[in-house]
């Protein structure tokens, strides 16, 4: 038996996967809740070594806790080709975000070795660390230093809301890596992922191929006040800095349905105070918001409104606007040619298929920066996700992971 362009994966043995991991971190019924670094991001990463020591994969961890598991090649000096996604989840999370793309990656090794198919490159699955954002913000902080974004040593110090810092909750978990965590030569990215909207569901689409990103712009913004009793202090000498932060939530969220029309949104989507207790004002406030519209310069705009809001609501409650982080992605990122490879693949399976935008972010988007890169969506039910009601039948992944499997080994044997 070997490759043919027939071959397909194994749905059954995909699906198998899924319900596995499914068991781990359980959340809201139906959901997970597995967040990064955590005993329960520690037995799934477990889980996934040992499926990939099984299937002949040589692993190897980096420095911040992503999992690259390698299936050789004929000529193992060429770049290889990385497929990948992450394996951690929101705090109210879904069984598919991310996952899926994980073990896309692992169901293609799979079927090659059913195929006993050797590709001339090799071919990599990646599981990356913390691209939620869910426990350390900024999200997709694994795959942003693995490509130069940030430094390591910044992403060790991050704090979770629990306390720990990320390095020390990497050795805590046997996730801290000795291969050093940046790129070499890459010959080119894969990321499968459902579409976490509802347009291929609404239009009973079987697979979408992502052209780009909607070009988001987010900030982490502290705001410093005093605190203060609720009772005697006069209006004109409070410095809340719970209320800048509400103000400034607001309006992030009124930006959103100023450009609403032309499916431009905005969210606030964190606000964490302290003391934040009855009778005595706020000192201390971190905001999370971020803003996303198709057109670039619209996003830009929106962006600097967003800013400007920051300031005006601190300067309202008599306190002081910090941006913290801030940071951006999206835009015309993927490849030309892999998009085109995709989409001839589409058409000769005969799916039924249509190019789509991505409206979230992914570790992809940081892959684009280094290598060429493309994506495939999936469909699932109403566009729920970061849900624990986020819902995908088995069907809904035929279409993807077989287009996955012969783009990537037609790229593979180049």
Same mark, same amino acid.
């Given at each position: 038996?070997?490759?043919?362009?027939?071959?397909?994966?194994?749905?059954?043995?995909?699906?198998?996967?899924?319900?596995?991991?499914? $068991?781990?971190?359980?959340?809201?019924?139906?959901?997970?809740?597995? /967040?990064?670094?955590?005993?329960?991001?520690?037995?799934?990463?477990?889980?996934?070594?040992?499926?990939? $020591?099984?299937?002949?994969?040589?692993?190897?961890?980096?420095?911040?806790?992503?999992?690259?598991?390698?299936?050789?090649?004929?000529?193992?000096?060429?770049?290889?080709?990385?497929?990948?996604?992450?394996?951690?989840?929101?705090?109210?999370?879904?069984?598919?975000?991310?996952?899926?793309?994980?073990?896309?990656?692992? +169901?293609?090794?799979?079927?090659?070795?059913?195929?006993?198919?050797?590709?001339?490159?090799?071919?990599?699955?990646?599981?990356? #660390?913390?691209?939620?954002?869910?426990?350390?913000? =900024?999200?997709?902080?694994?795959?942003?230093?693995?490509?130069?974004?940030?430094?390591?040593?910044?992403?060790?110090?991050?704090?979770?809301?629990?306390? =720990?810092?990320?390095?020390?909750? /990497?050795?805590?978990?046997?996730?801290?890596?000795?291969?050093?965590?940046?790129?070499?030569?890459?010959?080119?990215?894969?990321?499968?992922?459902?579409?976490?909207?509802?347009?291929?569901?609404?239009?009973?689409?079987?697979?979408?191929?992502?052209?780009?990103?909607?070009?988001?712009?987010?900030?982490?913004?502290?705001?410093?006040?005093?605190?203060?009793? #609720?009772?005697?202090?006069?209006?004109?000498?409070?410095?809340?800095?719970?209320?800048?932060?509400?103000?400034?939530?607001?309006?992030?969220?009124?930006?959103?349905?100023?450009?609403?029309?032309?499916?431009?949104?905005? #969210?606030?989507?964190?606000?964490?105070?302290?003391?934040?207790?009855?009778?005595?004002?706020?000192?201390?406030?971190?905001?999370?918001?971020?803003?996303?519209?198709?057109?670039?310069?619209?996003?830009?705009?929106?962006?600097?409104?967003?800013?400007?809001?920051?300031?005006?609501?601190?300067?309202?409650?008599?306190?002081?606007?910090?941006?913290?982080?801030?940071?951006?992605?999206?835009?015309?990122?993927?490849?030309? $040619?892999?998009?085109?490879?995709?989409?001839? +693949?589409?058409?000769?399976?005969?799916?039924?298929?249509?190019?789509?935008?991505?409206?979230?972010?992914?570790?992809?988007?940081?892959?684009?920066?280094?290598? =060429?890169?493309?994506?495939?969506?999936?469909?699932?039910?109403?566009?729920? #996700?970061?849900?624990?009601?986020?819902?995908?039948?088995? $069907?809904?992944? +035929?279409?993807?992971?077989?287009? /996955?499997?012969?783009?990537?080994?037609?790229?593979?044997?180049?």
């Amino acid at each position: 038996m070997s490759f043919s362009p027939d071959s397909r994966v194994s749905l059954d043995r995909f699906w198998s996967t899924i319900e596995a991991s499914a $068991e781990i971190g359980t959340g809201r019924p139906g959901g997970l809740s597995r /967040l990064t670094l955590t005993d329960n991001d520690r037995e799934m990463r477990d889980l996934f070594v040992s499926w990939c $020591e099984d299937a002949g994969l040589a692993v190897e961890i980096d420095e911040l806790g992503s999992i690259f598991a390698r299936r050789e090649g004929t000529d193992p000096d060429l770049p290889p080709i990385y497929i990948g996604s992450h394996l951690d989840t929101q705090i109210n999370g879904g069984r598919f975000d991310g996952i899926a793309g994980v073990l896309a990656g692992l +169901e293609l090794v799979r079927c090659l070795n059913d195929l006993g198919h050797v590709t001339r490159r090799p071919i990599v699955v990646v599981d990356w #660390t913390n691209e939620e954002g869910a426990r350390f913000s =900024p999200p997709m902080v694994a795959s942003g230093c693995f490509v130069g974004k940030y430094e390591r040593d910044w992403v060790y110090a991050l704090e979770a809301d629990d306390g =720990p810092r990320f390095g020390d909750e /990497l050795e805590r978990i046997g996730y801290k890596g000795a291969m050093p965590c940046k790129a070499g030569e890459i010959d080119a990215y894969f990321e499968l992922h459902i579409e976490q909207g509802p347009i291929l569901d609404a239009e009973k689409r079987q697979v979408g191929v992502v052209t780009g990103g909607y070009p988001s712009h987010g900030v982490r913004v502290r705001f410093d006040g005093e605190t203060a009793h #609720t009772g005697p202090t006069p209006m004109d000498l409070r410095h809340n800095a719970l209320i800048a932060g509400a103000r400034f939530l607001t309006a992030v969220d009124d930006i959103g349905w100023e450009f609403a029309v032309g499916d431009g949104k905005a #969210t606030g989507s964190r606000l964490a105070a302290w003391p934040n207790k009855p009778g005595i004002l706020s000192d201390t406030a971190q905001c999370i918001a971020d803003v996303r519209h198709p057109d670039p310069i619209t996003a830009r705009v929106m962006a600097e409104k967003m800013r400007r809001a920051a300031h005006a609501a601190a300067a309202m409650a008599g306190c002081q606007a910090v941006f913290e982080d801030e940071w951006s992605w999206g835009g015309d990122i993927f490849d030309a $040619e892999l998009i085109t490879g995709i989409r001839d +693949e589409a058409v000769r399976q005969g799916w039924n298929w249509r190019d789509i935008q991505s409206q979230a972010g992914h570790d992809a988007y940081h892959m684009a920066l280094h290598c =060429p890169t493309a994506m495939i969506f999936t469909p699932c039910k109403g566009g729920i #996700t970061h849900n624990n009601n986020e819902s995908c039948e088995p $069907e809904d992944f +035929e279409a993807g992971l077989n287009m /996955l499997l012969h783009a990537v080994v037609t790229r593979a044997d180049r």
